[in-house]
């Protein structure tokens, strides 16, 4: 038979809950307060959680306004970041939450990047018209690629991707004609000229690019979270945890894989789109290699897979650990340091930044959902 420890005891019933001592004199002995327990609760959509969410929209905005006021170089590597957050939180539809492996987003990155290029170079097409193309295209080409998913799996699925982003610098190649080829398609200076009523001259074409970025990766991240939220979403992680399980649920997992490998390579492209705006130069060689897919994956596992904000730390991490690391070492050695740090994050957090840094919080404040009272059956 097991004791309870004295704070678990059960009161008396007469026992009132701020019961105190009473001391030989008769009178009650000063009344002592509790300290309050770790972790404090709230319930979602109270008070305090509305007010929780609306002092990190504040700090976001200040964040966002800071840094519309950098530099040229700094805003850069601000934009830089917002690009590749909105690559991963593609890549995280696919890889974190239906549990589709793919070491070939860097071709639905490249994708994208070229249909704006191509688009701008060879049509005359204004840049930010440019950005849903890229996604329609890149969503038809998902859903091709993601065709093997409903057969194949795990490793094998991540080899069927891996020979898709090796292919893609060769198709670049053999259309020359249309793609540049080896030497590359250059967007001039020009044609990147911020739209009339943005109020952005050329001369602040940085500044115009930053801010598409704000809006475009806030609506990306709106995106991924109504799909997450929605019956489709719990799909999604139904057929990555047990696919049989989630089939005999009555998911239709065929659907439920392409659709999804679609949407990822769709939201990719959009990256790369706005990576074609902000490099100018389109060497498939260079920028839509191996490399580059494997940056993606890392910056996934970094933030966090099956995460809202992981892509956001993951995309910080890519961005600005080579950049520091290569202060203190030039070439093999800069490139070692990188995957030192890389190692030492994945040792410290497995689970990702965000998934540490949640976990860390729930023990400071957690949140649990509001229970519905059952309705009384009807007359």
């Avoid at 259309?175 to 952005?200: H, N, Y």
């Avoid at 920028?287 to 993951?314: D, K, M, Q, Y």
Wanted: positive net charge.
């Amino acid at each position: 038979m097991t004791t309870q420890s004295a704070d678990r005891e059960p009161r008396a019933a007469s026992e009132p809950s701020d019961a105190q001592p009473i001391t030989p004199a008769g009178t009650t002995s000063p009344v002592r307060k509790h300290r309050r327990r770790l972790p404090f609760v709230i319930r979602r959509n109270s008070r305090s959680h509305v007010g929780l969410i609306g002092v990190g929209v504040v700090v976001g905005l200040a964040m966002v306004l800071w840094g519309g006021g950098f530099g040229q170089f700094n805003q850069g590597q601000l934009t830089r970041v917002m690009i590749y957050a909105i690559a991963i939180a593609g890549l995280n539809i696919a890889t974190g939450y239906t549990g589709l492996v793919s070491v070939g987003h860097s071709a639905f990155f490249g994708l994208g990047a070229y249909t704006t290029g191509i688009l701008v170079v060879r049509h005359g097409w204004s840049p930010e018209a440019t950005i849903p193309v890229a996604f329609v295209v890149c969503f038809v080409v998902g859903l091709v690629v993601g065709l093997p998913a409903l057969r194949i799996r795990g490793l094998y699925l991540a080899m069927v991707t891996l020979a898709f982003g090796v292919a893609f610098p060769e198709v670049i190649a053999r259309f020359s004609d249309l793609t540049g080829g080896a030497q590359g398609l250059t967007i001039r200076r020009a044609m990147l000229r911020p739209p009339s009523w943005s109020g952005f001259s050329l001369s602040e074409k940085g500044q115009w690019l930053y801010w598409l970025c704000v809006v475009v990766l806030i609506l990306v991240l709106i995106v991924v979270h109504n799909v997450v939220r929605s019956r489709y979403g719990l799909a999604m992680m139904a057929a990555r945890d047990n696919e049989i399980a989630a089939s005999a649920s009555g998911v239709n997992l065929a659907v439920v894989k392409t659709s999804a490998f679609g949407l990822s390579g769709a939201l990719t492209g959009v990256g790369g789109s706005l990576f074609a705006m902000y490099l100018g130069s389109l060497v498939a060689n260079d920028s839509f290699t191996l490399l580059n897919a494997i940056a993606l994956l890392t910056g996934l596992v970094i933030g966090g897979e099956a995460t809202r904000f992981g892509p956001i730390i993951g995309a910080i991490a890519v961005v600005y650990i080579p950049y520091y690391t290569s202060d203190l070492g030039q070439g093999q050695a800069a490139a070692v340091l990188f995957g030192a740090a890389l190692i030492i994050i994945v040792f410290i957090a497995p689970e990702g930044l965000t998934g540490a840094f949640f976990r860390v919080f729930r023990r400071v404040l957690t949140v649990i959902p509001v229970l519905r009272k059952p309705q009384p059956p009807a007359d």
